[in-house]
């Protein structure tokens, strides 16, 4: 089965603090994906990677940026967080040159910027 | 990106049959996904159907996809307490350069009545 980690379910943070989210995976899949979930505005793409030391910005990015040193880890940071960063925040993976292409999920981490 | 719409909310009673409509825009869509999300997790794939098939039926669940009004629908039988969830519909179109993203929609929240 795939497994894809996030380090926190729950991170409560104050405005102006750097903050890092974590995602690994176990399955060898060269492509991940940050998105976050807000009511009411579904999935939205913040980054992606298609490769170690890729990225790629995705519908979202200001405000964010992401690291990826590793194949299984792709890290979100959030240079100075801010209220408006409040959203639960999802990490995904994906075989590449799978035609299916189906992204397996994390559990996600809530975070609340004070 | 592209755009996938669908409606907020459905209540269905226990039994019942839920219906979840989703519209879509890139005509070159190669797969259409449906997508679950139960309370605190992340999404998981639920069903996917291959844009040159009309129909799939998978136990419960019956896709229906109509490619002229760039129409998809999830048809649920028989919708049980367990089907409470959010249900993304999401498609996959080519970002360039030999790569693919999802768009997601917002999401249906199905709700059911004992």
């Known amino acids: 089965d795939v497994k894809v980690t996030q380090s926190s379910r729950y991170l409560v943070k104050r405005t102006g603090e750097k903050v890092f989210l974590e995602c690994v995976q176990d399955?060898?899949?060269?492509?991940m994906f940050w998105y976050r979930q807000d009511p009411g505005l579904g999935l939205r793409l913040i980054y992606f990677?298609?490769?170690?030391?890729?990225?790629e910005k995705g519908d979202i990015p200001e405000g964010y940026s992401v690291s990826r040193e590793k194949k299984e880890r792709f890290s979100l940071i959030l240079e100075s967080a801010s209220t408006n960063q409040t959203s639960m925040y999802l990490c995904?993976?994906?075989?590449?040159?799978?035609?299916?292409?189906?992204?397996?999920f994390g559990p996600g981490t809530r975070l609340t910027v004070l | 990106g592209e755009d996938v719409e669908q409606s907020l909310f459905l209540s269905v009673r226990e039994g019942d049959s839920s219906v979840i409509n989703c519209t879509y825009t890139d005509s070159s869509s190669t797969y259409l996904y449906w997508y679950k999300q139960e309370p605190g997790a992340g999404l998981q794939l639920l069903t996917y159907?291959?844009?040159?098939?009309d129909m799939k039926q998978d136990q419960r669940l019956t896709v229906l996809l109509n490619k002229k009004d760039k129409h998809l629908s999830l048809r649920i039988a028989d919708t049980q307490t367990g089907d409470s969830a959010i249900y993304f519909c999401?498609?996959?179109?080519?970002?360039?350069?030999?790569?693919?993203?999802?768009?997601f929609g917002k999401g249906t929240k199905l709700s059911v009545i004992p």
């Open positions: 995904a993976s994906s075989l590449a040159g799978e035609h299916l292409d189906t992204q397996y």
């Open positions: 399955m060898d899949h060269e492509n």
């Open positions: 999401a498609e996959k179109w080519d970002s360039g350069a030999g790569s693919y993203q999802l768009t």
């Open positions: 159907i291959f844009s040159n098939m």
């Open positions: 990677s298609y490769d170690v030391k890729m990225k």
